[in-house]
């Protein structure tokens, strides 16, 4: 039988880390949909003094900011990645956060994939995975 490797997540202490230290958020598969759980996401940490870029190639802008199509037509720096996409569409959303210098990969509660976390991990990427980055920071951040 073949054994997938599992990733482990972070500690409390370092995921508070990254929410104070960094504050650029790539929200990819934001919706423009209010009733969507990345839109109200997206607007706590806005409210919360985080820069939030909105990826989604259907949209032209939410919340207010530009929306880009993928992670490599941003042109300022992004930190942290939030991905609000099924699991197995998240290797190539890891693909673009290595080539674009990000600092966090994070993925929403149910988006598990382990091998794109050791990937990510291994390319030197902080990995948040399976957690709602809303609920942290109103536990950790705050």
């Known amino acids: 039988m073949n ?7 972070l500690s409390d202490e370092q995921i508070k880390e990254i929410l104070h230290k960094y504050k650029t958020v790539a929200v990819v598969g934001l919706s423009s949909d ?3 759980p990345s839109h ?7 409210r919360r003094g985080f820069k939030i870029i909105p990826v989604n190639p ?3 802008e939410i919340l207010g900011e530009k929306a880009y ?15 609000f996409r099924r699991p197995e569409l998240v290797p190539p959303i890891v693909d ?14 149910g988006v598990i ?3 794109a976390a050791i990937k990510a991990s291994q390319n030197g990427i902080l990995v948040v995975m399976d957690k ?11």
């Open 113 to 115: 994939n382990h091998p």
């Open 40 to 46: 109200g996401v997206a607007r706590y940490l806005q």
């Open 3 to 9: 054994h997938i490797e599992e990733y482990q997540n």
């Open 132 to 142: 709602c980055m809303f609920k942290e920071y109103k536990v950790l951040g705050e």
């Open 34 to 36: 209010e009733s969507r």
């Open 58 to 60: 259907k949209e032209k």
């Open 96 to 109: 673009e956060s290595i080539k674009i210098g990000a600092k966090v990969v994070w993925m929403q509660e």
């Open 69 to 83: 199509p993928d992670l490599s037509s941003i042109p300022d720096k992004v930190e942290i990645v939030d991905i």
